[in-house]
């Protein structure tokens, strides 16, 4: 029977949060500014609308609105210049991973578990940025593209946020025994919690104030 080590990128595995570091990322590598300031614009706007907390605006809806509005920045792209800013991007991840949690992670891959990163984040930038890390499966938001192989800017973008993680850990494992019990997760804000839910040992890591609290009441383990 399998025991799973799930880890969330952003904020656990990756010290920054992903949007802001490919908005910056954008403008070193070099691509069109007129572009990036209207969405740099929107985003901060929502960012601001979250962290005051106007008409209930969540961090976990923020976080899905900031994903949809920078896929506007890859409009008429095709999937190898995507790919290629995505590859590009990734130079930078390593620089920013948390090494406490590295070391968690190659922990968990020697005592045999099958290690899973569930991240609401792009999953090029996850295939790219993760590459020399001993991963067995990836699990992260796909960019729609269109039939003409050029991004679909209507397409509905599936963010792999909140419950929808622990949605698609549970369906990808649907026929496959696992110990969820002797499995372990990682994550760092309240849309973690039923990732971290699903498994008998799970790890607040440098937590939100929403899972920090959640945390000390259930006597989960913290890695500060």
């Given at each position: 029977?399998?025991?799973?080590?799930?880890?969330?990128?952003?904020g656990?595995?990756?010290?920054?949060?992903?949007?802001p570091?490919?908005?910056?990322?954008?403008k070193?590598?070099?691509?069109?500014?007129?572009?990036?300031?209207?969405?740099?614009?929107?985003?901060?706007w929502?960012y601001?609308?979250q962290?005051w907390?106007?008409?209930?605006?969540?961090?976990?809806?923020?976080?899905?609105?900031?994903?949809?509005?920078?896929?506007?920045?890859?409009?008429?792209?095709?999937?190898?210049e995507?790919?290629?800013?995505?590859?590009?991007?990734?130079?930078?991840?390593?620089?920013?991973?948390n090494?406490?949690v590295?070391?968690?992670?190659?922990?968990?891959?020697?005592r045999?578990?099958?290690?899973?990163?569930?991240?609401?984040?792009?999953?090029?930038?996850?295939?790219?940025?993760?590459?020399?890390l001993?991963?067995?499966?990836?699990?992260?938001?796909?960019?729609?593209?269109?039939?003409d192989?050029?991004?679909?800017?209507?397409?509905?973008?599936?963010?792999?946020?909140?419950?929808e993680?622990?949605?698609?850990?549970?369906?990808?494992?649907?026929?496959?025994?696992?110990?969820?019990?002797?499995?372990?997760?990682?994550?760092?804000?309240?849309?973690d919690?039923?990732?971290l839910?699903?498994?008998g040992?799970?790890?607040?890591?440098?937590?939100d104030r929403?899972l920090?609290?959640?945390?000390?009441?259930?006597?989960?383990?913290?890695?500060?």
């Amino acid at each position: 029977m399998k025991t799973l080590a799930l880890f969330d990128f952003d904020g656990t595995l990756f010290t920054q949060d992903t949007i802001p570091f490919l908005l910056r990322r954008w403008k070193e590598l070099g691509y069109p500014r007129h572009r990036l300031s209207v969405i740099y614009l929107q985003i901060i706007w929502k960012y601001l609308r979250q962290k005051w907390g106007l008409f209930g605006y969540s961090n976990e809806q923020f976080r899905r609105d900031a994903m949809r509005l920078f896929v506007r920045l890859l409009k008429g792209m095709n999937a190898a210049e995507v790919d290629q800013y995505f590859r590009r991007s990734a130079e930078m991840v390593q620089e920013h991973l948390n090494q406490n949690v590295v070391d968690a992670l190659l922990e968990e891959k020697r005592r045999g578990h099958e290690v899973v990163i569930v991240s609401g984040g792009f999953q090029c930038l996850l295939e790219h940025g993760l590459e020399d890390l001993p991963l067995d499966r990836l699990i992260g938001t796909a960019v729609p593209f269109r039939s003409d192989g050029r991004v679909d800017l209507t397409a509905s973008l599936q963010v792999v946020t909140g419950e929808e993680k622990s949605r698609r850990v549970l369906e990808h494992y649907e026929h496959q025994p696992v110990d969820w019990e002797r499995s372990s997760a990682y994550g760092d804000s309240g849309s973690d919690i039923a990732l971290l839910s699903l498994v008998g040992r799970p790890v607040a890591v440098r937590p939100d104030r929403i899972l920090e609290e959640h945390a000390r009441k259930r006597g989960w383990e913290t890695i500060r």
